[in-house]
């Protein structure tokens, strides 16, 4: 089997939002709909602060939430974990936005642009009007991630078939990987360092994972 997650090591991420740029140009995102953001945590009391920046998004859980809630079936599963949105059965009802522990989902209800009424280049390529009055989330570039069955590449290495994010980030702190194979990329980190996931305790078994530490030897 293949289950596609995240892993974002916050001990790298310097919070630069490049990741959150790139993801709203590939995507062309309207202003205010963040598929990729990155959260500024400050912690301790003065002087001794210390500010951790947290990579955040649709988590392709493995017990989607928002996929039990959506009463069309719009929200679906595929077997290599990766949650998907069906637009033409979407209603825009908004259970799965409500539903959702991570704040991952959003709704527009008509076209919004950067720079007033006019859409730039990137917005007018990337303009989907099946988004509109639907629910809509980071898709992990699973447009990329199919690509590499047809050319023998791997997502998370090779970079055509690897969501932009990971591709853009200047740090290096973000991965992408199959969970299930033992040897690769993410299934290594995970295995070498601490790490946890958000809002474990719900129980919706998220696909993103942070590293904090290195385990100890």
Not at 4 to 31: E, F, S, W
Not at 50 to 63: I, L, N, S
Not at 111 to 120: H, K, L, N, V
Request: proline letters at 8%; aromatic letters at 10%.
């Amino acid at each position: 089997m293949t289950r596609y997650v995240m892993v974002a090591d916050l001990r790298l991420c310097v919070g630069c939002q490049t990741c959150t740029i790139a993801c709203k140009h590939a995507n062309g995102t309207p202003p205010g709909v963040q598929w990729r953001a990155v959260l500024d945590l400050e912690n301790g009391k003065f002087p001794n602060v210390t500010r951790t920046f947290v990579p955040v998004g649709c988590q392709h859980c493995a017990k989607p939430p928002c996929m039990y809630v959506c009463p069309t079936t719009a929200t679906r599963q595929r077997p290599d974990g990766l949650v998907t949105i069906d637009y033409d059965l979407c209603i825009g009802c908004g259970y799965c936005i409500v539903a959702c522990p991570y704040q991952a989902r959003y709704k527009y209800t008509r076209p919004r642009y950067a720079y007033g009424d006019t859409p730039i280049e990137s917005e007018a390529v990337q303009f989907d009007p099946a988004r509109i009055g639907v629910a809509t989330k980071c898709t992990f570039c699973i447009e990329r991630i199919d690509a590499a069955q047809n050319n023998g590449l791997t997502p998370g290495i090779d970079p055509e078939v690897t969501p932009i994010c990971v591709n853009s980030c200047i740090a290096q702190a973000l991965h992408f990987g199959d969970l299930d194979d033992p040897d690769s990329n993410v299934s290594v980190l995970l295995r070498e360092n601490e790490s946890f996931r958000m809002h474990e305790e719900l129980g919706a078994e998220p696909g993103f994972y942070y590293l904090w530490d290195r385990k100890a030897v």
